[in-house]
């Protein structure tokens, strides 16, 4: 008794849908996570080096503050991207009821934020 022989499966055509989603929002989500590190990073040496450049110290802390608020801003942006990307392939493939959904959460989100900036 050996094993089963191997069958080969070929996807449906809304698997194939969903799996390249998916690899969009992966890669979105990879290197979105990477840039916005990186920006906080590179904020932070310059923040960490300033006091030891010579002739711009108090502009190298502050241009590093300002980097580093922008790869927060990056990380915090990256899910509102995700609902960007989401609701454009659900239009490109005609979905309108994941469409609908996908810009009402993204339409909450835009309201929520309004109201907790003022």
């Not at 008794?1 to 998916?22: D, I, N, T, V, W």
């Not at 993204?106 to 109201?115: F, K, N, P, Q, T």
């Amino acid at each position: 008794m050996g094993c089963p022989p191997f069958r080969s499966f070929r996807m449906s055509p809304l698997a194939a849908k969903a799996s390249g989603l998916e690899r969009r929002l992966a890669g979105l989500l990879h290197y979105g996570t990477w840039l916005a590190a990186s920006t906080v990073a590179a904020g932070l040496a310059m923040a960490l080096l300033g006091p030891w450049a010579r002739n711009w110290r108090a502009m190298t802390a502050v241009i590093g503050a300002h980097v580093m608020t922008a790869g927060v801003a990056l990380f915090i942006l990256l899910p509102v991207m995700r609902l960007i990307l989401m609701l454009s392939v659900f239009l490109h493939q005609r979905d309108y009821r994941f469409s609908a959904i996908t810009g009402l959460v993204l339409m909450i989100v835009v309201v929520g934020s309004m109201i907790g900036a003022a």
